[in-house]
């Protein structure tokens, strides 16, 4: 594939478009890193608020448990939101700069799907509700490890516990109100936390937990994050924290209130998007998220969709595309805009924190 780039507002934009030659593999500020022996290596950082994951014999080590999440996690967003989330929330205890990223290797699949069963006899650690009991709330374990750089042996262990807000496994599903979900994810928690203590390894390990509620199935925007604690020995858990982000979907609905509204950002997106279709009419649809943590907005994600482009009309829409969001989006926070049609990606658009100007690709 060759990516074209645009610096929009420069003079030359289109020229500078078509002579742009072949994409290299990577980007110039990730390249692997030997670390001690000729055995490991890590992956190099895109910046200085990611992890570095380990490189074992040249290769990235996947998750022992990989596959359960995806599916048995109600929707692509909120297993996103999980793994972001998590890692986002593994920095306080496990800072970027003394700590190596990699997935789960401790949790079995075995393991995962004992946990999250009805009890039954033939799943006595089954922590959801015997048949009839009712809904079933744990869904998920999505587990992190976190390695010291010093060494590269383990230093510590996030786990995601995943929650339902609605059980889909009837019919009809059954709404879970917010204090049951808090409450039974507090026992489940510490249910989880004795099992993982009798895995090898993991018997005196620092772990921290994050509860994490799904969103509906339909819901775009994802489920978040609402409470944490940590274990640094044994099978006590640190008096529970809570988490403050969300995923809010934009527009806001007629009435709602949130962080969205509260700071414009919403009206924003609506001038943005009334722009777009007034430039090119046979956008199908066009829907964002805007990421929030702590009360301040964090990212701004923005897909619009239509059927096809011809050449000369992805330029140009990407174009004025990254020329609106200059115009209208003066926030502190990263966005991110992705133009797809039924073929793929065809355009995207990317504006820093702290950037005057957004930068354009165009893929063909």
Not at 26 to 55: M, R
Not at 158 to 184: A, H
Not at 332 to 360: H, Y
Request: proline residues 3%; hydrophobic residues 35%; glycine residues 10%.
């Amino acid at each position: 594939m060759k990516r074209k780039k645009i610096m929009i507002g420069l003079i030359g934009a289109v020229l500078l478009l078509a002579g742009c030659g072949k994409l290299e593999k990577g980007t110039s500020n990730i390249s692997p890193n030997q670390a001690s022996g000729d055995k490991t290596a890590t992956t190099g950082q895109l910046n200085d608020s990611s992890y570095q994951a380990l490189l074992v014999d040249g290769k990235y080590k996947t998750g022992k448990a990989r596959g359960v999440s995806k599916s048995t996690v109600n929707s692509n967003y909120n297993l996103s939101n999980v793994e972001k989330g998590l890692m986002e929330m593994s920095k306080t205890p496990y800072p970027v700069d003394k700590f190596l990223f990699q997935e789960g290797q401790y949790i079995s699949r075995e393991d995962i799907i004992q946990l999250i069963s009805r009890q039954s006899d033939g799943a006595p650690l089954g922590l959801n509700p015997a048949e009839g009991g009712g809904p079933i709330i744990f869904e998920q374990i999505v587990e992190q490890n976190y390695l010291s750089k010093e060494n590269e042996q383990l230093g510590g262990v996030s786990l995601g516990i995943v929650l339902n807000s609605v059980d889909y496994s009837t019919t009809p599903p059954v709404e879970i109100d917010d204090g049951t979900v808090n409450s039974e994810g507090q026992r489940i928690a510490g249910k989880v936390l004795e099992r993982v203590r009798t895995i090898k390894g993991l018997e005196n390990i620092p772990i921290t937990i994050g509860l994490f509620k799904q969103a509906t199935r339909d819901d775009i925007g994802g489920g978040s994050y609402f409470a944490k604690a940590t274990s640094k020995s044994g099978n006590e858990l640190s008096g529970w924290e809570e988490v403050n982000e969300a995923y809010l979907v934009l527009p806001a609905k007629e009435g709602e209130q949130n962080n969205a509204t509260n700071d414009g950002l919403s009206n924003k997106f609506t001038d943005f998007k009334n722009s777009i279709q007034s430039f090119f009419p046979n956008s199908s649809g066009i829907s964002g998220v805007a990421a929030y943590r702590n009360n301040e907005l964090q990212k701004l994600t923005i897909v619009i969709e239509t059927k096809y482009f011809s050449e000369t009309e992805i330029l140009n829409f990407t174009q004025f595309i990254s020329t609106t969001v200059d115009t209208i989006f003066n926030i502190n926070a990263n966005i991110e805009v992705q133009v797809n049609t039924l073929e793929g990606p065809q355009g995207f658009v990317e504006k820093q924190v702290g950037s005057d100007k957004s930068v354009g690709h165009v893929f063909n």
